[in-house]
């Protein structure tokens, strides 16, 4: 196998065994278990030195002495911490990531059921965060110093500096409890609930799967408030940044060079201006995707929104450490996968690092 | 191309079609009540011992010996018809009520009866000692609790209890009757089924659990064939809302019957709506302040008895605790049997800095007041830092969560402490048990469950008298005795006690015989109706 590169030269493509494919596969491997060793390692070690009891969070404050050494022992906290350690890192080997102390429910189930809540309420406030604030941050570069440019800076300083909690308040005053226009806290109508089997566990994807769209529409209408609340953040915050790569490439010489050759506006802004702004914009939107899916404890909280967020939190809390571990690497899984989603997206939107 | 197009065309359309109004009420068979209930970790009764869980099994599970919403201060049988008690007051002998069957269709027969009670005591969970106090062992309770026959049940205690108080303990979540046989279905390594019975129910109450979702929802089915009838709702459903201004909305809108965990502000706030009733329920879970005897300052009488003449009683519960606390000075919640009503101490400044100065503290000391991150602990504990300053007490807050506060109350590494407790049975004993006997103060004998011995307080005539009123056969005598004990622990005990809570639940009008009892595990659904 060969191709032609520019300069016509023939060079061999490295096949699919090729030593230097191998390589990277297993260096990319090496240092992904690195990266769960030292996070799992890390939070197992902060979660015991923590002065919380893991052991008062199963038998309650009253339990007398025999009934605390007795659960104790059976979280094996008698045995050093390397050993714990150890234990767990085999139980995970096994894909056991425990039993959470807070459901009683194996972790991984627990996971499977609060990460698609935040999953869908994360992607639908990036899509926002995408659509709008995007074209918000170019058009307050293109028209830096003027109304459309003001505007969108106070949006942004409002997205990004109102409390969420304060908003989400605010908005479930207005638009459930004054106009009526979308459902209040929840997923879904109670009535609603275990209707459909959980499928993914993203309720407009399992209620478009069974075709049920009255339970579609209901989940779109606890939906919609919530993910524009975390979603205006997002938004602010993307705007922002867009604006600011904007100008920055607004202002090179390369754009000055394409207005004299006579290109139009939109090619000047779109084409060249913008496209180079894109591969510091998938930084940027990645970032604030993957912090969404670790969960956005106050949204889920004003909202009664059974996601990732508030497990983790209520797990800490409790000094559930099972349940705090898995819930670390998932957040870990959906950095590193975000990371590499963004590695192969700078390949598609900048020949340079092809 | 045209495709794709045409999806998200068709999703778009869906989308802005699905941004439709709420439903406006409940239906009209199903009560639904917002709640936060992540307190909840296990649906077990040998093991539950959370608020939203003791609540939950009183309504799956019928007990032994039960306090009925109809009358809460009656003690009647539950699964027990009749009892017997024997001469020497050691051997009580139930015999079933006939015709009684679990959800699942199985009958309720004397065997699963002795099987609950010996499978507390063989699992040994946080509430197993309301029973094996009795001296119940994992090697003895084979033969001390044992069915006679098909419909008796003969339990036997090897320690001196009053059976008035084993009765009351009969009455208790540990008490809850559990489908054997069921049960047995889903044993793991001989676990008696303690891993499926922790989010599965096998009971015989007026309701079955349908669903636990952890922090999301739990639903409850009405038992058609429930012993007193069917409950009047067919279906009861706790959403998980941990955020009471959203409980408020909630309820406001319709879209829940109840709200559980309104703020004084929040209730205040509804009280104009017609559509909405506040109803008030007196709570056993009494709020106190202790002081560490082994503290060298604070171990003194004269200290203590100083710090309850500077707490300002009826000022915090007419403004900031308005209505969900009521002053309240004794170990036994008001209300209930062998409640000591007097209230002794009001803010007298002069009296307590002359306790002071006969302790040798006239100048005043520097303490720490440990408490709880969520209020009202904050609050109160500034009022009583407040309180203490105006007799040179220089205070520090230290706000903890409960995870991280109890096992320094526990190690007895607190100065003062703000807390908590409530009865975790109907028997003034169970308080007294905290409160007032500490058999074995040193610091290895580990009672840590015991107040008592947390706060490294030990007094020989307390002990005395909290061992006769346990002991008393005569119910008169025995009343007494808890009153001479709650006055006494007034006096020379190392507590302030300062309220009993006042729970305020708020309800849509419509909705009706909701009961909540002065204890954690009395809060009864079959009655409500709308």
Redesign the interface.
């Known amino acids: 196998m060969a191709e032609s590169t520019a300069s016509g030269q023939q060079t061999a493509r490295p096949s699919l065994a090729s030593p230097s494919i191998i390589t990277n596969v297993l260096g990319v491997v090496a240092s992904l278990a690195l990266t769960f060793i030292g996070l799992t390692a890390i939070t197992f070690v902060i979660g015991r030195v923590m002065p919380a009891d893991p052991v008062l969070a199963i038998v309650g404050d009253r339990a007398g002495q025999d009934v605390y050494d007795q659960v104790y022992r059976e979280l094996g906290l008698d045995k050093p911490i390397y050993v714990q350690y150890l234990r767990y890192l085999g139980q995970l080997a096994d894909g056991d990531l425990g039993t959470s102390i807070m459901t009683a429910q194996p972790v991984m189930e627990d996971i499977l059921r609060f990460f698609p809540a935040t999953l869908e309420l994360a992607t639908i406030a990036t899509l926002l965060g995408i659509f709008v604030g995007v074209p918000m941050g170019v058009l307050a570069a293109v028209n830096q110093g003027r109304w459309p440019d003001h505007i969108v800076r106070i949006v942004g300083l409002f997205g990004y500096s109102a409390p969420v909690f304060w908003l989400g308040m605010v908005a479930l005053l207005i638009f459930y409890a004054k106009l009526d226009w979308v459902a209040g806290p929840g997923r879904l109508d109670v009535f609603y609930d275990g209707v459909i089997d959980p499928v993914t566990g993203v309720i407009l994807i399992d209620a478009a799967l069974a075709r049920d769209w009255d339970i579609f529409n209901n989940a779109v209408s606890h939906l919609i408030l919530p993910a524009s609340i975390l979603g205006t953040f997002t938004l602010a915050y993307i705007a922002r940044m867009t604006r600011s790569f904007m100008l920055d490439q607004l202002s090179q010489e390369y754009v000055l060079t394409a207005r004299v050759k006579g290109a139009s506006e939109r090619v000047v802004i779109w084409r060249h201006a913008f496209r180079n702004v894109l591969v510091q914009l998938i930084t940027i939107i990645g970032l604030t995707y993957a912090s969404l899916l670790e969960g956005s404890v106050l949204t889920e909280t004003v909202f009664a929104w059974p996601g990732i967020g508030q497990y983790i939190t209520n797990s800490l809390f409790n000094n559930d450490m099972n349940a705090v571990l898995g819930g670390t690497i998932v957040v870990g899984v959906c950095f590193v996968g975000i990371n590499m989603l963004s590695d192969l997206l700078y390949r598609l939107v900048d020949p340079r690092v092809r | 191309m045209n495709k794709i197009k045409r999806l998200l065309l068709a999703f778009t359309a869906?989308?802005v079609?699905?941004?439709?109004?709420?439903?406006?009420a409940?239906?009209d068979d199903?009560f639904?009540m917002a709640k936060d209930i992540?307190d909840i970790?296990?649906?077990d009764p040998a093991e539950v011992?959370?608020l939203t869980t003791g609540e939950i099994i009183a309504n799956i599970y019928d007990r032994i010996m039960m306090f009925e919403p109809e009358d809460l201060q009656t003690l009647v049988g539950g699964v027990a018809e009749s009892w017997d008690v024997s001469e020497d007051g050691k051997t009580i002998t139930f015999k079933i009520r006939p015709g009684l069957k679990f959800h699942s269709g199985n009958p309720v027969r004397a065997e699963d009866v002795a099987w609950s009670l010996q499978r507390v005591v063989k699992l040994?969970?946080?509430p197993?000692?309301i029973v094996t106090q009795f001296g119940w062992t994992a090697d003895n309770v084979d033969d001390l609790i044992k069915a006679t026959d098909d419909t008796h049940v003969q339990i036997t205690i090897t320690e001196e209890f009053s059976p008035g108080l084993v009765l009351n303990a009969m009455s208790a979540g540990v008490a809850s009757v559990v489908d054997k046989e069921l049960v047995m279905q889903h044993e793991k390594d001989g676990d008696l089924g303690y891993e499926w019975l922790?989010?599965n129910s096998a009971g015989s109450g007026a309701f079955e659990l349908k669903?636990w979702?952890?922090?999301?929802?739990v639903?409850l089915e009405a038992n058609a064939d429930y012993r007193h009838g069917a409950p009047g709702m067919k279906r009861v459903?706790l959403?998980?809302?941990?955020?009471p201004?959203?409980q408020r909305?909630?309820l406001?809108?319709g879209?829940v019957d109840m709200a559980r965990n309104l703020t004084p502000d929040q209730i205040k706030g509804i009280e104009g709506n017609a559509d909405v009733a506040i109803d008030g329920y007196p709570k056993g879970t009494l709020v106190y302040m202790a002081a560490n005897a082994a503290h060298p300052i604070l171990g003194k009488p004269e200290v203590t008895q100083a710090l309850r003449h500077l707490v300002d009683y009826e000022g915090m519960a007419d403004s900031f605790l308005a209505g969900q606390f009521v002053v309240h000075q004794a170990f036994w919640p008001g209300g209930l049997w062998g409640a000591l009503e007097e209230t002794p101490y009001a803010r007298d400044v002069d009296k307590a800095k002359s306790l002071l100065d006969a302790a040798g503290h006239g100048e005043g000391f520097k303490v720490t007041i440990h408490t709880l991150t969520n209020s009202p602990f904050p609050e109160i504990a500034q009022s009583v830092q407040a309180n203490l300053a105006q007799a040179g007490i220089d205070s520090d807050i230290v706000t903890l969560?409960?995870?991280?506060l109890?096992?320094k109350?526990?190690a007895r590494e607190h100065d003062l402490i703000l807390a908590r407790w409530s009865p975790?049975y109907v028997d003034p004993h169970s308080n007294a048990d905290?409160f007032a006997h500490n058999p074995d103060n040193r610091l290895e004998a580990?009672?840590?469950?015991v107040l008592a011995w947390r706060n490294a307080w030990a007094d020989s005539a307390s002990n005395e008298l909290a061992v006769m009123a346990r002991n008393e056969l005569d119910l008169g005598k025995r009343e007494q005795q808890y009153l001479d004990l709650q006055r006494m622990l007034q006096k020379t005990g190392p507590y302030v006690i300062m309220f009993q809570q006042n729970e305020q639940v708020a309800r849509r009008k419509n909705l009706e015989g909701f009961v909540s009892g002065s204890n954690f595990d009395l809060v009864f659904y079959r009655n409500v109706t709308k």
């Open positions: 869906a989308t079609l699905g941004i439709s109004p709420s439903h406006a409940t239906p199903t639904v992540a970790i296990t649906m011992f959370e040994n969970k946080t197993a000692f922790k989010s669903a979702k952890a922090n999301e929802i639903t459903i959403r998980h809302v941990p955020e201004s959203a909305l909630l406001e809108k879209d969560e409960g995870k991280t109890w096992p109350y526990r975790d905290a580990k009672l840590t469950g």
